[in-house]
């Protein structure tokens, strides 16, 4: 029997990395994609992706009876819809409520049965507030609005699931950078679009400030792995972490887009103060547990920066 594996917000950038993962790798055969989206972030391309799919609100009754059509069982969830834009958070914090507690609370107590596998995709970085490598042990200190939002999401979703009689894990995320992402607006996507058009981009701060940087295709392998290891009965974590286990500042960002691309990058610098002070100064992840769901497999960032820039040329 085949496995339903419901992609909520499955057209964006991470989903779309796992349904190539789902395509590439026959591990993963005995699992059966079905997407909702509601089109809103969804890449482009998407209307060829031969995948089962509900077009619309995941909020809606009508996604809810698509999913139960199509996914009677058995099944696991990804939900990758939320807000996640870090400095909006602070201007718009009940919308972050909404969008990254309540509208999903809600999806899991109409949407989850017993026995389905929930996996929630959240932050790493954001959780914390940049002062240590971050672990999946270690106690929540967000430095920001949309770090608390996904703090208690964690928590408020498990709970909630557990009431539901499924299961419950959350994978959480470092910054993701690659395929895919035509829509993201982070500092590696900017940076390679201007690259690419020779326009100018902004440096914010010093510039020293360093993030976990991990490609998407392995972001959607692991998530994939995540969900296969349910499928089969096999031990889960709770709490999972996707990054590369290496700390990169925005200059070295900068000198790898440059080595792609043979061309300096313009941009010009400004202290930023306010922003800076919302975020964490630095993030890496503990590199024992990526290896949780990536093994040894971490694409280098240097090879991920010229795939990213490889995608963009093309379709320039």
Not at 75 to 100: C, H, M, Q, W, Y
Request: hydrophobic share 45%.
């Amino acid at each position: 029997m085949t496995h339903s594996l419901v992609l909520i917000g499955g057209l964006g950038f991470v989903g779309r990395n796992i349904l190539d993962a789902l395509a590439a790798d026959p591990a993963f055969a005995g699992m059966t994609p079905f997407v909702v989206d509601d089109l809103s972030n969804a890449c482009p391309g998407h209307e060829a992706l031969a995948v089962a799919r509900h077009v619309g609100p995941y909020q809606d009754a009508a996604a809810l009876a698509a999913i139960d059509a199509a996914a009677p069982g058995p099944r696991s969830f990804v939900f990758l819809a939320g807000e996640t834009r870090v400095a909006e958070s602070k201007d718009r914090p009940l919308d972050f409520i909404a969008a990254n507690i309540s509208e999903p609370a809600k999806f899991v107590m109409e949407a989850v049965r017993k026995g389905d596998h929930f996996i929630l995709i959240s932050t790493a970085g954001a959780l914390f507030d940049g002062t240590f490598e971050v672990t999946v042990d270690a106690p929540y200190c967000p430095k920001n609005f949309y770090g608390a939002s996904k703090a208690a999401e964690e928590m408020v979703l498990e709970k909630l699931v557990e009431l539901r009689g499924g299961r419950f894990s959350v994978v959480r995320l470092t910054n993701v950078f690659g395929v895919h992402s035509d829509r993201k607006k982070s500092a590696i996507h900017a940076f390679t679009r201007a690259a690419i058009e020779g326009s100018a981009v902004t440096i914010n701060g010093d510039g020293q400030q360093s993030r976990d940087f991990v490609f998407s295709r392995d972001v959607g392998r692991g998530i994939a792995t995540q969900a296969n290891r349910a499928r089969l009965g096999q031990p889960v974590n709770r709490v999972n972490m996707l990054g590369s286990g290496v700390s990169t500042t925005l200059w070295d960002v900068v000198h790898a887009i440059e080595a792609a691309t043979g061309r300096p990058l313009r941009y010009t610098q400004i202290a930023a103060e306010d922003l800076i002070r919302t975020e964490p100064r630095d993030v890496i992840a503990s590199p024992r547990d990526v290896a949780v769901l990536l093994g040894d497999a971490i694409t280098p960032f240097a090879e991920g920066i010229r795939a990213t820039h490889d995608y963009y040329h093309a379709a320039a």
